[in-house]
Antibody
Framework: QLQLRESGPGLLKASETLSLTCTVSGGSISSNAYSWAWIRRPPGKGLEWIGSIFYSGDTHDTASLRSRLTISADPSKNQFSLTLTSVTAADTAVYYC?????????????????WGQGTTVTVSS | QSVLTQPPSVSAAPGQKVTISCSGSSSTIGSNYVSWYQHLPETAPRLLIYDNNRRPSGIPDRFSGSKSGTSATLGITGLQTGDEADYYCGTWDKSLNIWVFGGGTKLTVL
């Protein structure tokens, strides 16, 4: 059974760099049927998609974070990672990693079928 | 403001039925698959519906999904207190090449 687990620091100061890793077990990240996503939920707000990485290494990400964001993958460790520079209090959130399942015939995502439990990140000023 | 529009809240009594709407555009719902997620406090979001109307294994048939044009709907029948949660629709935006979520709907089972 596929499982995802997020890891990283829970507390940061403003202007520091956030680095999170998602470790995938029970399956490989090297498949064209899936992409691997980061999503966050700030306190009192809804889910916000941050970005995704495909087995090819191609990434997609949200415009509002693009200048500060890097998403990468290490297939040898079956992990993918998020790096967000110059964090502020607005980046305080629970961060989730998730697998996105694709219709490989037409190349469209069906949905996010497996999620990690989430990790809380707090940015202090 | 979300690209996908959901009502902020809905409520119904135990045993009743509720529907949650999700309105998008031709570049989002109109040309992509819609999925729905349940998010309970302190837990991971759970996929309820994918491919507009298909349920993953383990999701009860009390949950259903439909799509028409640029809108989608989640239906929940036989409401239980354990269904109280935030519900989100999601899809791909073909014009921006990004994933989008609705703003979320809080379900209260009175």
């Amino acid at each position: 059974q596929l499982q995802l687990r997020e890891s990283g620091p829970g507390l940061l100061k403003a202007s520091e760099t956030l680095s999170l890793t998602c470790t995938v077990s029970g399956g490989s990240i090297s498949s064209n049927a899936y992409s691997w996503a980061w999503i966050r939920r700030p306190p009192g707000k809804g889910l916000e998609w941050i970005g995704s990485i495909f087995y090819s290494g191609d990434t997609h990400d949200t415009a509002s974070l693009r200048s500060r964001l890097t998403i990468s993958a290490d297939p040898s460790k079956n992990q993918f990672s998020l790096t967000l520079t110059s964090v502020t209090a607005a980046d305080t959130a629970v961060y989730y990693c998730a697998r996105t399942y694709y219709d490989t015939v037409i190349g469209l995502p069906y949905g996010m079928d497996v999620w990690g439990q989430g990790t809380t990140v707090t940015v202090s000023s | 403001q979300s690209v996908l529009t959901q009502p902020p809240s809905v409520s119904a009594a135990p045993g009743q039925k509720v529907t949650i709407s999700c309105s998008g555009s031709s570049s989002t719902i109109g040309s992509n698959y819609v999925s729905w997620y349940q998010h309970l406090p302190e837990t991971a979001p759970r996929l309820l519906i994918y491919d507009n109307n298909r349920r993953p294994s383990g999701i009860p048939d009390r949950f259903s999904g439909s799509k028409s044009g640029t809108s989608a709907t989640l239906g929940i029948t036989g409401l239980q207190t354990g269904d109280e949660a935030d519900y989100y629709c999601g899809t791909w935006d073909k014009s921006l090449n990004i994933w989008v979520f609705g703003g979320g709907t809080k379900l209260t089972v009175l």
